[in-house]
């Protein structure tokens, strides 16, 4: 993708963020940015970067280490997709946040290697809001429980929670799920679990950010929007 289109979508996507903080009384820097570039080849991502956007979220391990050996010290590393376990040696040390942790031994795997290298990790929970049928993610209702276990596991810290709302036409449609993801992080803050202060909300893509960020999203997560498909 060529600078100058990536360069006027990043503005538009900033001021999309900033209208909707406005319009739910939130601060815009409140709100990170992350640039997904699972469909961006490595100019693109070096463009990203290059434009100011630092956080960069990558879905598959294995694609993304070449990007990460070019790019990885230009920015911080965010995990987003679905993480297994074999691949965890590939993740670690290299990216800041795995937003995808979505089952006790994947927890456990990460915090043995995290062990071995010293790491503290940093995961969101993956919590599937709406139930569907095809996606990852705890339910609402083992969230405490997964929480609370996860706290047990020295080398993890819980960074907060992270959903992918259902894709519909019309984002309003989701409201709800962003809404009862951020009451969970609020009844989650509540258990005042070891290493799980200052819980984020990861949530919003590029079809329904705006809704997402006026439900309290901390971190939202943007390919299409920002770098379109296949760039
Ligand atoms: C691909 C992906 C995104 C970005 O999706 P867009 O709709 O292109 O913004 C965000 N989060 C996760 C987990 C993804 O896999």
């Known amino acids: 993708m060529d600078k100058t289109t990536l360069a ?31 469909y961006a080849s490595e100019e693109t991502t070096r463009a ?17 280490v070449p990007k990460y050996e070019a790019l990885g010290e230009r920015g911080t590393w965010h995990f987003i997709g679905h993480l297994q376990r074999n691949k965890v040696k590939y993740v670690l040390g290299r990216f800041t946040y795995i937003h995808s942790l979505d089952r006790y ?7 043995k290697r995290a062990e071995r290298e010293d790491l503290e990790v940093n995961c969101f929970i993956q919590v599937n809001v709406a139930g569907e049928a095809r996606k990852f993610g705890l339910a609402p209702s083992e969230v405490m429980e997964f929480a609370k276990e996860v706290a047990e596991l020295p080398y993890v810290r819980i960074a907060g929670l992270m959903t992918m709302a259902p894709l519909v036409e019309d984002a ?60």
């Open 8 to 38: 006027h979508n990043i503005e538009r996507v900033k001021e999309t963020i900033a209208t909707a903080c406005h319009k739910s009384g939130r601060r815009p820097g409140d709100v990170q940015l992350i640039a997904v570039t699972k």
């Open 105 to 111: 031994s994947l927890a456990k795997e990460i915090n």
């Open 172 to 231: 309003e449609e989701v409201r709800p799920v962003f809404r009862e993801l951020r009451s969970l992080r609020d009844r989650l803050s509540e258990l005042e679990l070891p290493r799980a202060d200052k819980l984020e909300l990861s949530m919003g893509m590029s079809n329904d950010y705006e809704v997402a960020v006026e439900e309290g999203a901390t971190m939202v997560r943007l390919g299409s929007a920002l770098v379109g498909r296949n760039t």
């Open 48 to 64: 990203v970067l290059d434009l100011g956007l630092e956080h960069i979220g990558e879905s598959r391990a294995q694609e993304a």
